[in-house]
């Protein structure tokens, strides 16, 4: 995967490089998302959007992450804008971050280096750690989350009774 956001917003930062998005920031079509009410946030669908947010320290960040997770076709341009949730100073944020890690894994099947070290230092058994485990190649993935999901399942079977 890419690790970094190149070629997702034009040098100048007036909009979105070619082919990343509808152009309209949302999946709907409906102009820029709506960041007081946050009625539309999850159909976000730019990278550039998501990434002005993030600028201006938008207090619903997260929830548009989660909705260019759902909405864009590209995993190398969604992961650098996960990862960033993933390093929020707010919980909320770092929260819906892995939700929006969950979702690529899910879609797409892959993931970054960074956020798997991003992801780390998140406590055990959210949705991330279960989609990734699920979805992702496993020999794509780290030594910590085979560790926890083979200790997870020793667990399991034996505190099911043998027959």
């Not at 804008?81 to 929020?88: F, H, P, Q, Y």
Request: proline share 6%; charged share 25%.
């Amino acid at each position: 995967m890419v690790g970094g956001i190149d070629g997702e917003v034009r040098a100048d930062g007036a909009g979105p490089a070619v082919g990343t998005g509808t152009g309209t920031g949302t999946a709907d079509g409906a102009g820029g998302p709506d960041w007081q009410g946050g009625s539309n946030l999850i159909g976000v669908d730019r990278p550039d959007v998501v990434l002005a947010a993030f600028e201006r320290g938008e207090p619903q960040v997260g929830v548009a992450v989660i909705g260019l997770a759902l909405n864009h076709a590209d995993p190398a341009a969604v992961l650098p804008m996960v990862a960033r949730a993933l390093e929020s100073a707010d919980r909320e944020v770092r929260r819906q971050g892995v939700i929006a890690l969950a979702h690529v894994a899910r879609l797409h099947r892959t993931v970054d280096r960074r956020c798997l070290e991003l992801l780390r230092r998140c406590p055990r058994g959210n949705e991330a750690d279960d989609d990734l485990w699920s979805f992702v190649p496993h020999r794509e993935l780290p030594l910590w989350l085979w560790r926890h999901h083979v200790r997870e399942r020793l667990v399991d079977r034996l505190r099911r009774p043998f027959g």
